[in-house]
């Protein structure tokens, strides 16, 4: 089978100063420069506020930036917000789309966020597409029903060409922050799910092709196990990606 490249990336939250964010970026370089040399790609996702100067010190190294959010208008008078096209003009590569946390605390809809996924590929930036289940649905055997409810209305309205633009990361509320992890055989099996809603989208290469990390509370001790399940290409990392020892580490787990 084709083997995909890895992908680590470490989703800061709304978490860190900016002094913190130097500190932890500059660490991470550090880090990665000098243990990881192996086919992964590493993406950090600070806040927003601290884009420019994470991007600027990570010159030098393959660390990407990502952004949290991106805003489904294009321009105008819609305050707070960020557009996808000032991203692409910071230079940041990619954005997550569809976390369960804006999709639960600020009302963000499958439909919102098939605007938001437009957006961000009409500027050019890869997305990180997330989907997962609450713990109720999970409770009452919907898991399944729901990821592909995200998936079909939130990103299968896509041109299969695009593809190339889009990672998919499952991320189940219930582990999310919370310390207990899916199972390795829980995700795995979730994963395949994904991939073959993908083939049967779009194609087998689609399908094959399609990186899919998993989030929810992994650290650097759950992330092996994890990551050497079949359809399992990596990781959406909170609370561990504010540490650059346990990150790096978890990076280097995907080697
Ligand atoms: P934790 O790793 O803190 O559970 O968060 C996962 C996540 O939401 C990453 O986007």
Redesign the pocket.
């Known amino acids: 089978m084709m083997k995909r490249k890895p992908l680590i990336?470490g989703?800061w939250?709304m978490n860190t100063s900016l002094e913190k964010a130097r500190e932890l970026a500059t660490e991470i370089k550090g880090m990665v420069l000098d243990e990881v040399n192996g086919n992964v790609e590493i993406i950090l996702i600070p806040p927003f506020t601290h884009l420019s100067t994470v991007n600027g010190l990570l010159s030098g190294s393959n660390i990407k930036t990502g952004a949290q959010n991106c805003s489904q208008f294009y321009d105008g008078a819609y305050t707070g917000e960020i557009s996808a096209a000032m991203l692409q003009s910071l230079k940041v590569g990619s954005v997550?789309v569809g976390?369960?946390?804006r999709r639960q605390y600020f009302g963000e809809t499958n439909q919102i966020l098939a605007e938001k996924v437009k957006r961000a590929l009409e500027a050019g930036l890869t997305l990180i597409f997330?989907c997962g289940e609450m713990l109720s649905d999970r409770e009452s055997e919907k898991h399944f029903e729901v990821v592909k409810t995200q998936l079909d209305e939130g990103l299968f309205h896509i041109a299969e060409a695009n593809l190339g633009k889009i990672v998919i990361?499952y991320?189940p509320v219930w582990?999310?922050?919370?310390?207990r992890?899916a199972s390795a055989s829980q995700a795995q099996e979730m994963h395949a799910f994904i991939r073959r809603l993908v083939i049967d989208h779009y194609s087998e290469r689609a399908g094959k092709e399609m990186r899919i990390l998993y989030?929810?509370?992994?650290k650097s001790g759950n992330a092996k196990e994890l990551f050497s399940c079949e359809d399992i290409d990596g990781g959406?990392?909170?609370?561990?990606?504010l540490e650059s020892r346990g990150f790096t580490d978890i990076v280097k787990a995907a080697l």
């Open positions: 990336a989703n939250k997550l976390h369960s946390e997330c990361a991320e582990a999310i922050g919370t310390g992890t989030g929810g509370s992994v959406l990392i909170g609370g561990a990606a």
